[in-house]
């Protein structure tokens, strides 16, 4: 059986040796003489289940490197060692490192044993309750899409496309927590299910509006937003959809204070600038074209979000070729190059939508059931 991870923190040797000779034992101890070397550790041998760090260290103290670890690795369970002068600085670290416990020094070791031993219960109940959240969430968007790509397969082609494209671009910006980006793309068109596909069509092939529709359009993060600002652990997420249209209105004016975290500002931008890219590329904008559109537009503004929807972006769609297939030959990585209806003329499947063994199956089904026009058209990779 794996024994948990404990990091100890501490630049005198002899207490390192010390606090291991007590917790090896019973865990998996590493040690480290500075806050750098533990960052390092902890990235290389991770996850780790305890921090235990001492409060006074060259560098960066044992509070603000908790925080770091906090901003890093949130479910690991910090704990500080402090002497009878460091008080209030323990009393900060608590409050801005999320400090699970602070112990004066010297600590008995029972009592050590006894703090981390309970430390790790803790980290293994968040554990647990975490990914059993994550599952629940994760359904929870499944059906969400599931209702979209049925309701309305014109924006669930699109929120696909820009999932692709905003998980891409948080990655190689090295974004933290990038699940929530994808999520936000993938529900960025929920609102959407009150659109008629029809409209939604002139929107993306940018036909004129008229005032009813215009208002309707405008309203669709609003409403996506409503669905979702009530979920658990969506609430961030509903905050960048209700903003991908003016992720401006998030961010702080000079000098003020921010209201929202920086992720959601983050999360709105890519967004924004990942829904502009899709315009351009559905309006029949080749990638390098679109890319040099929106620098020109922001005139150095998001440059490096640019740089990086420019890095990796789907190119791939330009190294596809078209293709008239039927049902039986459709497999994953193909891309529609054509909105697909059933026989008796309802739209199942929409143009740009890039295929899945979901997407697969889900079309076999609609063909057993109501039948399916053929041949229709897809692009495939250019062998």
């Given at each position: 059986?794996?024994?948990?991870?404990?990091?100890?923190?501490?630049?005198?040797?002899?207490?390192?040796?010390?606090?291991?000779?007590?917790?090896?034992?019973?865990?998996?101890?590493?040690?480290?003489?500075?806050?750098?070397?533990?960052?390092?550790?902890?990235?290389?041998?991770?996850?780790?289940?305890?921090?235990?760090?001492?409060?006074?260290?060259?560098?960066?103290?044992?509070?603000?490197?908790?925080?770091?670890?906090?901003?890093?690795?949130?479910?690991?369970?910090?704990?500080?060692?402090?002497?009878?002068?460091?008080?209030?600085?323990?009393s900060r670290a608590?409050?801005?490192?999320?400090?699970?416990?602070?112990?004066?020094?010297?600590?008995?070791?029972?009592?050590?044993?006894?703090?981390?031993?309970?430390?790790?219960?803790?980290?293994?109940?968040?554990?647990?309750?975490?990914?059993?959240?994550?599952?629940?969430?994760?359904?929870?968007?499944?059906?969400?899409?599931?209702?979209?790509?049925?309701?309305?397969?014109?924006?669930?082609?699109r929120a696909g496309?820009?999932?692709?494209?905003?998980?891409?671009?948080?990655?190689?910006?090295?974004?933290?927590?990038?699940?929530?980006?994808?999520?936000?793309?993938?529900?960025?068109?929920?609102?959407?299910?009150?659109?008629?596909?029809?409209?939604?069509?002139?929107?993306?092939?940018?036909?004129?509006?008229?005032?009813?529709?215009?208002?309707?359009?405008?309203?669709?993060?609003?409403?996506?937003?409503?669905?979702?600002?009530?979920?658990?652990?969506?609430?961030?997420?509903?905050?960048?959809?209700?903003?991908?249209?003016?992720?401006?209105?998030?961010?702080?004016?000079?000098?003020?204070?921010?209201?929202?975290?920086?992720?959601?500002?983050?999360?709105?931008?890519?967004?924004?600038?990942?829904?502009?890219?899709?315009?351009?590329?559905?309006?029949?904008?080749?990638?390098?074209?679109?890319?040099?559109?929106?620098?020109?537009?922001?005139?150095?503004?998001?440059?490096?979000?640019?740089?990086?929807?420019?890095?990796?972006?789907?190119?791939?769609?330009?190294?596809?070729?078209p293709k008239n297939?039927?049902?039986?030959?459709?497999?994953?990585?193909?891309?529609?190059?054509?909105?697909?209806?059933?026989?008796?003329?309802?739209?199942?499947?929409?143009?740009?939508?890039?295929?899945?063994?979901?997407?697969?199956?889900?079309?076999?089904?609609?063909?057993?059931?109501?039948?399916?026009?053929?041949?229709?058209?897809?692009?495939?990779?250019?062998?």
């Amino acid at each position: 059986m794996n024994r948990h991870k404990v990091l100890v923190v501490d630049d005198e040797p002899h207490l390192l040796s010390g606090v291991k000779d007590i917790l090896r034992k019973y865990f998996n101890v590493y040690t480290a003489e500075s806050a750098t070397e533990g960052l390092k550790i902890l990235a290389a041998a991770g996850p780790f289940s305890v921090v235990i760090s001492d409060m006074r260290m060259p560098e960066i103290d044992g509070a603000q490197f908790l925080t770091e670890v906090r901003a890093q690795y949130e479910s690991t369970i910090r704990i500080l060692l402090t002497g009878q002068a460091d008080a209030e600085a323990a009393s900060r670290a608590v409050n801005e490192g999320g400090v699970y416990r602070f112990l004066a020094k010297p600590c008995p070791p029972d009592k050590l044993i006894e703090i981390v031993s309970k430390a790790v219960e803790d980290y293994q109940t968040q554990s647990v309750e975490a990914d059993l959240l994550k599952t629940t969430l994760f359904s929870s968007v499944e059906v969400m899409t599931e209702v979209l790509s049925l309701v309305n397969p014109v924006a669930f082609s699109r929120a696909g496309r820009l999932s692709r494209t905003i998980s891409k671009m948080a990655k190689k910006l090295g974004l933290k927590n990038t699940w929530q980006y994808e999520i936000a793309a993938l529900l960025s068109q929920l609102g959407c299910v009150t659109l008629p596909p029809d409209l939604l069509e002139k929107v993306y092939t940018h036909t004129d509006l008229d005032e009813e529709e215009t208002e309707l359009v405008k309203n669709h993060p609003e409403v996506s937003y409503q669905l979702l600002h009530k979920i658990p652990r969506l609430e961030d997420v509903a905050t960048m959809v209700r903003n991908q249209n003016n992720p401006e209105s998030l961010a702080p004016e000079n000098g003020e204070k921010p209201t929202v975290k920086e992720s959601i500002i983050v999360g709105a931008r890519l967004l924004y600038l990942a829904g502009l890219y899709e315009d351009l590329i559905m309006a029949g904008a080749s990638h390098n074209h679109a890319i040099e559109k929106l620098h020109k537009h922001f005139k150095g503004k998001y440059g490096v979000q640019i740089d990086a929807l420019s890095a990796t972006a789907d190119k791939g769609r330009e190294m596809l070729i078209p293709k008239n297939i039927h049902l039986s030959e459709l497999a994953p990585g193909m891309v529609f190059s054509e909105d697909i209806f059933s026989d008796s003329g309802m739209l199942l499947m929409a143009k740009g939508q890039r295929v899945s063994q979901t997407v697969v199956g889900r079309l076999m089904g609609f063909h057993e059931r109501m039948g399916v026009k053929q041949p229709f058209r897809v692009l495939v990779a250019k062998k």
